[in-house]
């Protein structure tokens, strides 16, 4: 009688938000055994919309779960090593893996990021294909190197970008994603052994950067819809703004409006109605400026 197949021993680096549609996949196939998840627990906004805290996600599905572990050396390398994982899923976490880490598990460490590579390489993909106006993006499942998202390509799946999307709700939409993906990698690694992926072109790589505060200012904008993308790029972090009467106003989110008025920006008491160029836009504030 054929014995079942061993699983996968799997370790989840990840943050709330991209970790949890990837550990439910996980939790729900029988191929794979779920050892541990490391993830950092934010007092922030992130990842922008409701989702239940991943480390309460990992107690009910009784996943053990460690909270802010420096994984690169000490205790937390010693523990990773005694884990001793098959496979690493990576789905966004703020910690540089060192080649002693990636050379832990025997089938490698894959990352899902949230952008078509080599197109928008780094920490702020889904900003960034906002602010240049994409109308799609996607998630590449690919292997960490030491280069920065510059490891082969094992997957890559697409979605486009809705009209008026704003980050956060972009970010929820590769997320969702993230966690289809899963099974097709797992599959891809269920008979234990590691397929070689196809080789980004890097000659075609373009870099996703932290966006600023300044970025968020739209005071500068030069027409209708500069001010949009910015809106959509830069909400609901690191917010943008309008500087009036020399104090900075923030605003949440806009709405286009039928131009023709005579260029200007008129303040209302939850609102500003920008014109420029026969086009205009209204900007709602922020509640905390009221």
Known sequence: MARDPQPLRVVLFALTGFGNPVLTSC?????????AVFTIKYKTPLPYYDEVHLDELCEQYGITCYGGVKIASGDGLTLLNTLSPDLILVATFKQILTPDVLQIPRLGVVNFHPSLLPKYRGPC???A????????????AHYVTEGIDEGNILLQRSVPIDEGEIDGRLRQKLARLSGDMTPEIITMFADFHAPSGVPQDHQQATFAPKPTIEDGYLESASDIQTIERKMRAFNPLPGTSILLRQQRVEVTHYERLPGGQANGIYEHEHYIDWYKNFEAIRLFKHEDNR
């Open 129 to 140: 294909a906002l602010w240049h106006g994409e109308v799609s993006t996607g998630v590449t």
């Open 125 to 127: 993909p889904s900003n």
């Open 27 to 35: 939790v729900k196939d029988s191929r794979v055994r779920v050892e």
